[in-house]
């Protein structure tokens, strides 16, 4: 039995080789297939941790983005009403002056002028400080990420401090410049208007759409120059006395200026410009609505454009949209601008180029 068994096996060795051969390489196949499988399974578990962690930082970024412009605007209100001073005009117009009629020419061009500059100004710190604590932003996840090819911080602390110092041109130089250009506009549209005048607010948008015309028209000026000065940063003028921090803050710097001289970030100020002179005029429409009791008024489709205001009661009512404009409560206004799909997706996209590593954007 055992010897025809044998002759068995003999006759058919190549077959029980090749079979044996079969049945191990299925084996090890099998093995090996299972160890990439667990091997894509770690990969792709790995890859959805770290991106639900990435998203994870974003999303509070971006809560930091909003309390940083909230805790910002008392500074800018304060900025804008101590060099645009209406209060102490209309302190002045109390005490029934020799020439009150210029001191109410002076109120109309400084109440106007606040109250739009409070609106540029809003805005341009909205979408800076977008900028500037996304790229830090990104810069931070890449120092704490796992794996993190060199221990040399992308963004020490002393440098984020450099850095977000600034937003000190917008609150400084940068508006003291835009109130001259705005003050200039507003001259020259509202200038030859009589206090006695009456404006619907159709009108009164066309004025505002003219002032806005001259100010972002301007060829002396981008709007870009008002957030961040095109000047080359002072730490650069100390030439061979920068610090490794001094080196790695005008990095930073030059990055944000990139990304106030692109196309999308054009795009993005300009809708949240609309959006906020929408906002003002929404404002001021609550002022030019008929009185209680017009019936005839109140059913007019386009009542609003019947009902007219004299400028000197528009004056007053312009002079306090500042308060409204600049809360560090959350207004509609402010709300309005930190809601804005575009400025979301801008977020989203410079947040995603500075936390992508430099070998992978190549």
């Known amino acids: 039995m055992f010897s025809s068994a044998w002759n068995f096996v003999k006759r058919h060795r190549r077959k029980f080789i090749f079979a044996g051969a079969v049945v191990g390489g299925v084996y ?50 304060e900025a804008i009403i101590h060099q645009l001073n209406s209060e102490s005009l209309t302190a002045l117009l109390r005490t029934k002056p020799a020439n009150k009629l210029e001191i109410w020419e002076d109120l109309k061009i400084i109440s106007f002028t606040r109250s739009i500059v409070a609106v540029y100004s809003t805005c341009m710190l909205v979408v800076l400080l977008r900028v500037q604590l996304n790229i830090i932003g990104g810069y931070l996840y890449l120092d704490n990420s796992v794996g993190k090819s060199t221990a040399t911080p992308l963004a020490p602390p002393d440098v984020q401090q450099q850095y977000l110092s600034s937003i000190q041109h917008l609150l400084g130089d940068g508006l003291t410049e835009l109130m001259t250009v705005v003050k200039r506009a507003v001259q020259d549209s509202l200038g030859g208007l009589s206090l006695k005048q009456s404006l619907s607010l159709l009108e009164l948008e066309q004025q505002l759409s003219w002032i806005r015309a ?35 803050t005008i990095k930073l710097l030059n990055e944000t200026r990139d990304m106030l001289d692109s196309p999308d970030f054009s795009t993005v100020l300009n809708t949240c410009l609309n959006r906020g002179f929408s906002r003002l005029l929404d404002n001021l429409a609550e002022f030019f609505r008929p009185p209680p009791g017009d019936s005839a008024l109140s059913s007019a489709p386009d009542s609003l454009s019947a009902i007219s205001l004299p400028l000197a009661k528009i004056i007053p009512i312009m002079n306090g949209q500042i308060n409204t404009i600049c809360s560090e409560t959350p207004s509609h206004f402010v709300q309005d601008l930190l809601m804005i799909d575009q400025v979301k997706e801008f977020a989203a996209n410079v947040y995603e180029t500075f936390s992508t590593p430099q070998e992978l954007q190549k």
């Open 214 to 248: 001259e100010v972002e028209g301007s060829t002396e000026r981008p709007l870009s120059w008002y957030m961040m000065s095109d000047e080359e940063s002072t730490l650069a003028d100390q030439a061979c006395g920068l610090t490794e921090n001094d080196v790695i």
């Open 28 to 77: 090890f196949l099998g093995k090996y297939a299972q160890k990439k499988m667990r091997e894509i399974q770690e990969r792709e578990a790995a890859e959805y941790i770290a991106q639900a962690r990435r998203q994870f930082h974003f999303e509070s970024n971006q809560r930091t983005c909003n309390m940083t412009v909230l805790s910002m605007l008392p500074t800018l209100r």
